[in-house]
C-alpha cells in the first residue's frame, strides 16, 4: 500500500470538479479560498473591508453599509491546473530518482453574491459558493508478496468526486454611523460520492473463488449554521477608512448521511455483480468553529489589509478520521492558522484620459496549513496572489476582475504506512479567476423609493 497516497503514473484529465487533490480523500475534502475574486487576488483579505461599491460575503457586518437605491452584483469564475508530485521510495527506503506524477484541469464557477439595502443603514447580502470539494483518482497494485503468491495480482482502485456548497443569507445593522454588527445562517448542501475498488488480475489460482470487490459510499448533507460579525471604522471620511473587522463562526458536526454498497463479481466465471449491502447511517463531518480578526485601510490610491483566522478543526486532536481506503494511514482533523496579507494601487481612479490609471493593481499572499494530519505530520500551505480591476461604464459602474494564484501543498518529511517510507505528496496549482462586479449606481435608479403622484 506504498502508492495509496498518490496517483499511480503519469495522467492528464480535465473535470468541471472544483480541485483535484488526494488530499481530499478525507472529511470535507479540500476547503476553497472564500471571497470575490477583488478580495482572493489580494491574498482573501477582507474581514474588515467596508466598501460602497464591494459586497464583501466574509463580514455579515459589512451589508449594514449596501448603498440605498442601489444594489451590487457579483459573480466569478475558477479554472485551475494542478501539478502533483510524489517521492518514492525502495523497500529499504532509499528516494528512487524519478517521482510520481500527476496532471488535472478544472473548471467552475466559484461564487455568486447580491447585496442590497433594506432601510438606513441595513442591508443584505445573499450569496453561494462552494465551501470544499472531493477530486481525486488512486490506483495501484498490491505489494504483499503473500497475495502475489496465493491469488496473483491485485489492482486497487479508488475515486472522489463532489462539492459541499454554502448558502449565505446574511443581515447587517449599523447602529452607530462607524460601527455595524451583523449575523448570517450558513447553509451547507451538496454531496461527495467515493469508489474504492479490488481487482484480481494475472489470477495463478485455477479457480474461481476469488471476486472483485467494487463499492460505493454517497454522503449526503443538510445543516445549517451561523455566524456573527463585527465591523469599526476607527477612521471614515471622503478620502479615507481605517476599518477593524471580526467574525465567529458556529461549527459544529454536520451529520450527513451515508449511502454504502457493495458489489462482488466472480472474476473467473464473469458472474454479474449483485449488491451485497446497503445501508444508511451518519458519518462525521464537520465544519470548525472559527474566530476571524482583520484590519483594512483604503484612500484615494492605495489599499492595503491583513487577516488572521484561526478555526478548530482538531478540539484536542483525539479522533482518527475513518475512510474505507486509507485504513493503515493515521488521519486526523487539526486546528489550523492562516495568514492573510493584500495590497491594492489605483494610480488616479478618475483620471478621463489614462485607462491605464483607473485600472486596480492587486498583490496578495496566503500562509497557514490544511486541516488534516497524515501520519502524524501536518501539511503546509501557501498562495502567491496577483490581479487587476479593469472599471468599465457598463450598467451603472461595472468591474471586470481578473485574478491569478500559485498555491502549494507541502509536508517537511516522509511518513512510515506498514512500517515502510512513503513520501506525502507536493501539490502544485495555478489558478486563474475571472470576476464581474455590477454596481448600479445610476442616480435614476429608485428601487427602494416609493413613488408618489400628484
Not at 502508492?3 to 499511480?8: A, G, H, S, T, W
Not at 460602497?52 to 452584483?73: C, D, E, V
Not at 455595524?180 to 481487482?199: E, F, L, P
Request: hydrophobic fraction near 35%; avoid cysteine.
Amino acid at each position: 500500500m506504498l502508492l495509496l497516497l498518490m496517483p499511480f503514473g503519469v495522467y492528464a484529465q480535465t473535470s468541471s470538479i472544483n480541485v483535484y487533490s488526494p488530499y481530499s480523500m478525507y472529511g470535507m475534502g479540500e476547503i476553497l479560498t472564500p471571497g470575490s475574486a477583488q478580495m482572493r487576488a489580494m491574498g482573501g483579505v477582507g474581514i474588515a473591508v467596508r466598501n460602497y461599491g464591494q459586497i464583501n460575503p466574509l463580514n455579515p457586518a459589512a451589508a449594514s453599509i449596501a448603498p440605498q437605491k442601489n444594489f451590487l452584483f457579483d459573480v466569478s469564475f475558477d479554472g485551475t491546473h494542478y501539478r502533483n508530485s510524489q517521492k518514492k521510495y525502495n523497500a529499504e527506503g532509499v528516494a528512487l530518482s524519478k517521482p510520481a506524477m500527476a496532471v488535472y484541469n478544472g473548471a467552475n464557477i466559484h461564487s455568486i453574491s447580491l447585496t442590497f439595502p433594506v432601510a438606513e443603514r441595513m442591508g443584505v447580502s445573499f450569496s453561494i459558493s462552494p465551501y470544499s470539494s472531493v477530486g481525486y483518482k488512486i490506483q495501484t497494485t498490491d505489494q504483499n508478496e503473500n497475495t502475489w503468491a496465493d491469488i496473483g495480482r491485485v489492482r486497487y482502485g479508488y475515486d472522489g468526486e463532489g462539492d459541499i456548497s454554502e448558502v449565505k443569507l446574511s443581515y447587517g445593522w449599523a447602529p452607530w454611523q462607524k460601527f455595524s454588527i451583523g449575523v448570517a445562517a450558513k447553509y451547507y448542501w451538496g454531496g461527495v460520492t467515493r469508489n474504492y475498488k479490488a481487482v484480481a488480475t494475472d489470477i495463478i489460482t485455477g479457480s474461481g473463488i476469488y471476486a472483485s470487490t467494487k463499492g460505493t459510499d454517497r454522503y449526503v448533507v443538510n445543516n445549517v449554521k451561523f455566524q456573527v460579525g463585527m465591523q469599526w471604522a476607527l477612521i471614515e471620511n471622503d478620502t479615507r477608512t481605517f476599518t477593524l473587522g471580526a467574525t465567529y463562526d458556529f461549527g459544529g458536526e454536520l451529520r450527513p448521511k451515508r449511502e454504502s454498497y457493495v458489489y462482488t463479481d466472480n472474476v473467473i466465471n464473469s458472474i454479474q455483480a449483485s449488491p451485497i449491502r446497503n445501508e444508511l447511517r451518519s458519518m462525521e463531518l464537520r465544519v470548525p468553529h472559527q474566530i476571524g480578526v482583520g484590519l483594512f485601510f483604503r484612500n484615494r490610491t492605495v489599499a492595503w489589509g491583513a487577516d488572521y483566522t484561526f478555526a478548530a478543526w482538531g478540539e484536542g486532536n483525539s479522533k482518527k478520521l475513518e475512510n474505507t481506503t486509507l485504513a493503515t494511514v493515521d488521519v486526523r482533523y487539526v486546528d489550523t492558522h492562516s495568514i492573510r496579507l493584500g495590497f491594492e494601487i489605483t494610480p488616479r481612479s478618475s483620471d478621463v484620459r489614462n485607462y491605464l490609471n483607473r485600472m486596480a493593481y492587486r498583490a496578495g499572499v496566503r500562509l497557514g496549513n490544511y486541516y488534516q494530519s497524515f501520519g502524524g505530520e501536518r501539511i503546509n500551505t501557501l498562495a502567491i496572489t496577483a490581479g487587476i480591476g479593469l472599471p468599465l461604464k457598463i450598467w451603472g459602474i461595472s468591474t471586470v476582475n481578473v485574478g491569478f494564484e500559485y498555491g502549494r501543498m507541502s509536508a517537511g518529511k516522509p511518513i512510515k504506512v506498514d512500517g515502510k517510507k512513503v513520501g506525502l505528496i507536493g501539490q502544485n496549482s495555478f489558478k486563474f479567476t475571472l470576476g464581474f462586479s455590477l454596481f448600479s449606481a445610476d442616480t435614476a435608479d429608485y428601487w427602494f423609493v416609493q413613488q408618489k403622484y400628484d
